[in-house]
């Protein structure tokens, strides 16, 4: 019978013992720190991570993150110091570097979200309300966002928070003064395409006038050669047709009576009357073109001139 009491107690004990080791042991992670609140009273931080110790049923662990939050705010307007609204999208990194404070001030993450929001902002405003539109977009945007980050970690130390980083993703006009500036720049694109193509119209417009005049050169050299050349044709045949007359003047005037023929007795509209006993027929008597009743020794009283070419088409 006290075998079976003395091993109930036993028991008892152990059970005893291993609730009150259990609860007299926590761990740390890696990614944690540990804040320990005995009676509602901090006691200690532990940032080692591994396994600790603390009093059984009257310590509390809260567990705080280390690592690097992210915080992300947003959209601002902001109005810079040219009078300028700035749409401004901004984000921060941070950490709790001193637990206690942190929970002393703020309590959670969340919260500390909330406070850090509001702090951002009105650092933002202080900022980038000191320099102008170019500055911020263009100019100085590194040194704007270094300024802020140790403004705002200045700030947030009291909350036990280091600020790591502060970075500006955008920095816009709003909406609708964006849509000016973009129908500014459109009129000015429009303007200097109007602008060249007027240049290169002009310079169209004297590459055509100095071809225009080089070809009326060229065309004007052309009908001059080709005139010099049909005036020396000219003469040439002018110059075989008086060879030809001087050596055989009857058949020549024979020739040009026949050619004279040829064009006159065409079929055409135009009609005319001559006698026939005129000169133009004296062909049509004699084959020697002698009137009838003339003696045979009778010459023609003049030699026909040499026929004249026609001129060239041109």
């Not at 107690?9 to 720190?33: A, N, P, Y």
């Not at 591994?50 to 307007?77: C, M, T, W, Y």
């Not at 040439?236 to 007359?245: D, K, M, P, Q, V």
Request: charged share 25%; hydrophobic share 45%.
């Amino acid at each position: 019978m006290r075998a079976g009491i003395a091993g109930i107690v036993g028991l008892i004990v152990l059970l005893v013992v291993i609730i009150v080791g259990w609860s007299s042991l926590f761990t740390v992670r890696q990614t944690e720190q540990v804040l320990l609140v005995r009676l509602g009273e901090p006691v200690r931080v532990v940032t080692e991570p591994g396994l600790h110790f603390k009093a059984p049923f009257i310590d509390s662990v809260i567990s705080i993150d280390k690592r690097i939050l992210d915080l992300e705010n947003p959209s601002q307007e902001v109005i810079a110091s040219d009078q300028k609204r700035l749409v401004v999208d901004a984000f921060a990194r941070y950490r709790i570097k001193n637990a206690l404070r942190f929970y002393q001030s703020v309590g959670s993450i969340p919260a500390a979200n909330i406070q850090l929001t509001t702090l951002l902002n009105a650092a933002l405003r202080r900022v980038l309300g000191e320099v102008t539109f170019i500055q911020v977009v263009r100019d100085e945007r590194e040194g704007l966002m270094q300024r802020i980050r140790t403004q705002l970690d200045r700030e947030a130390e009291n909350y036990g928070i280091s600020v790591v980083d502060v970075r500006i993703r955008r920095a816009d006009l709003p909406e609708q003064n964006s849509q000016a500036v973009y129908q500014r720049m459109q009129t000015e694109r429009q303007r200097e395409a109007a602008e060249f193509r007027a240049q290169g119209g002009q310079k169209a417009q004297e590459i055509r006038s100095k071809a225009d005049r080089e070809a009326t050169v060229i065309v004007a050299e052309a009908n001059s050669q080709a005139e010099e050349i049909r005036g020396s044709g000219d003469a040439e045949r002018n110059r075989l047709f008086a060879s030809a007359y001087s050596k055989d003047p009857e058949f020549f005037a024979f020739y040009r009576s026949m050619t004279a023929y040829d064009n006159a007795l065409k079929s055409s509209d135009t009609r005319y009357l001559l006698r026939p006993d005129s000169d133009f027929f004296r062909f049509f008597g004699t084959a020697g073109g002698r009137a009838a009743g003339s003696t045979a020794a009778a010459a023609p009283a003049a030699a026909p001139a040499a026929p004249t070419a026609p001129a060239a088409p041109r």
